[in-house]
């Protein structure tokens, strides 16, 4: 009979090939891309969600579609809108004529998918958008007297379109707060570009199948959240969060941070270090991985100020100087 350590360690090894064939199976249809690629897996693993900025044309909804492929999960793409309304994400009360009369039934809406991508949700009303998020944190829907549940598996990975700001309702820093990772997709380079211009997403796409199945996912996730972190790491990454604070930055820094990281980031940070550890095929947490989740996870949780703005420092620099 195999013990508790042997378990372990073939999950371990379950997960470290799983995802190098994600990694290589995305990339027949998704080119470049690489750490964005490999932070939304980690993202996942850890049972979290992702807001992912860039400019239109970079292949978000295709990277979305792929996974759902890939890990055998339903997805939807909800294209958000300054007239959505939340019952157009969460579902509604519809009445339906039966046999014995009319009766209230409950549509459900695309939030009740596994993989769900909100395109552009800086377009949203706030109300819309404190859905979505409510949603994404209790991981369960309530309408009148009944309550839905959401997954598992469930992740949702939101994009906002940093050049085109009319018309917009940028997230709340409190609001943001809810994702657990912010990754910023940069235009490809010259080599990536030509690379892009000889795949033809269309065709792979359909070829593409499933490679982990929704147990193997759930068993991977489970795996995550036990992996170990020793007290000299987790004491790294305190430290790291509390020089986040406006008291405790350098002078120099003090007047571009209004409020530093929360609780919640730092739990995040953790749940990231993990998802990479586990990625790398590692069974505990180093101190490269708390350095390389850094920026992701606590960019979006630096609260910067009005002068930081104006002389161009944001978070990850402030970030990169404390690291």
Same mark, same amino acid.
């Given at each position: 009979?195999?013990?508790?350590?042997?378990?372990?360690? /073939?999950?371990?090894? @379950?997960?470290?090939?799983?995802?190098?064939?994600?990694?290589?199976?995305?990339?027949?249809?998704?080119?470049?891309?690489?750490?964005?690629?490999?932070?939304?897996?980690?993202?996942?693993?850890? #049972?979290?969600?992702?807001?992912?900025?860039?400019?239109? #044309?970079?292949?978000?909804?295709?990277?979305?579609?792929?996974?759902?492929?890939?890990?055998?999960?339903?997805? =939807?793409?909800?294209? $958000?809108?300054?007239?959505?309304?939340?019952?157009?994400?969460? #579902?509604?009360?519809?009445?339906?004529?039966?046999?014995?009369?009319?009766?209230?039934? /409950?549509?459900?809406?695309?939030? $009740?998918?596994?993989?769900?991508?909100?395109?552009?949700?800086? @377009?949203?009303?706030?109300?819309?958008? =404190?859905?979505? %998020?409510? =949603?994404?944190?209790?991981?369960?829907?309530?309408?009148?007297?009944?309550?839905?549940?959401?997954?598992?598996?469930? $992740?949702?990975?939101?994009?906002?379109?940093?050049?085109?700001?009319?018309?917009?309702?940028?997230?709340?820093?409190?609001?943001?707060?809810? /994702?657990?990772?912010?990754?910023?997709?940069?235009?490809?380079?010259?080599?990536?570009?030509?690379?892009?211009?000889? *795949?033809?997403?269309?065709?792979? %796409?359909?070829?593409?199948?499933?490679?982990?199945?929704?147990?193997? %996912?759930?068993? $991977?996730?489970?795996?995550?959240?036990e992996i170990p972190a020793a007290t000299g790491v987790k004491e790294m990454l305190v430290d790291l969060v509390l020089s986040t604070r406006p008291e405790n930055l350098p002078a120099d820094l003090r007047a571009f941070v209004t409020l530093g990281v929360s609780?919640?980031?730092?739990?995040? %940070?953790?749940?990231?270090? @993990?998802? @990479?550890?586990?990625?790398? #095929?590692?069974?505990?947490?180093?101190?490269?991985?708390?350095?390389?989740?850094?920026?992701?996870?606590?960019?979006?949780?630096?609260?910067?100020?009005?002068?930081?703005?104006?002389?161009? *420092?944001?978070?990850?620099?402030?970030?990169?100087?404390?690291?």
């Open positions: 009979m195999p013990n508790e350590a042997n378990d372990i360690e /073939f999950t371990a090894g @379950r997960l470290r090939e799983s995802v190098l064939t994600l990694r290589q199976d995305i990339g027949r249809v998704v080119v470049g891309q690489r750490e964005t690629v490999d932070a939304l897996l980690c993202a996942l693993l850890a #049972g979290g969600h992702v807001l992912l900025e860039g400019v239109p #044309g970079l292949g978000k909804t295709l990277l979305v579609k792929v996974l759902g492929r890939l890990l055998d999960l339903s997805v =939807a793409r909800v294209q $958000f809108t300054p007239d959505l309304m939340p019952a157009d994400i969460l #579902g509604s009360q519809v009445l339906t004529e039966g046999p014995n009369g009319p009766s209230l039934t /409950f549509r459900r809406g695309p939030i $009740f998918h596994e993989l769900v991508l909100a395109d552009e949700i800086n @377009r949203a009303n706030p109300r819309t958008q =404190a859905a979505l %998020l409510e =949603a994404m944190a209790e991981r369960q829907v309530s309408l009148g007297d009944v309550t839905h549940t959401l997954g598992p598996p469930f $992740f949702v990975m939101a994009t906002e379109n940093p050049i085109d700001m009319e018309g917009t309702y940028p997230l709340p820093e409190a609001q943001a707060d809810r /994702f657990m990772l912010k990754l910023t997709v940069d235009a490809p380079d010259r080599e990536t570009l030509l690379s892009i211009l000889d *795949v033809d997403s269309e065709t792979r %796409l359909p070829s593409l199948r499933a490679v982990v199945s929704k147990a193997d %996912l759930l068993m $991977f996730q489970r795996h995550v959240r609780p919640r980031g730092a739990q995040a %940070l953790l749940a990231a270090a @993990r998802a @990479r550890a586990a990625c790398e #095929g590692r069974l505990q947490v180093s101190r490269e991985d708390i350095k390389a989740m850094a920026l992701p996870a606590l960019r979006h949780r630096l609260l910067t100020t009005f002068a930081a703005r104006v002389e161009g *420092v944001r978070a990850d620099a402030i970030l990169a100087r404390l690291l």
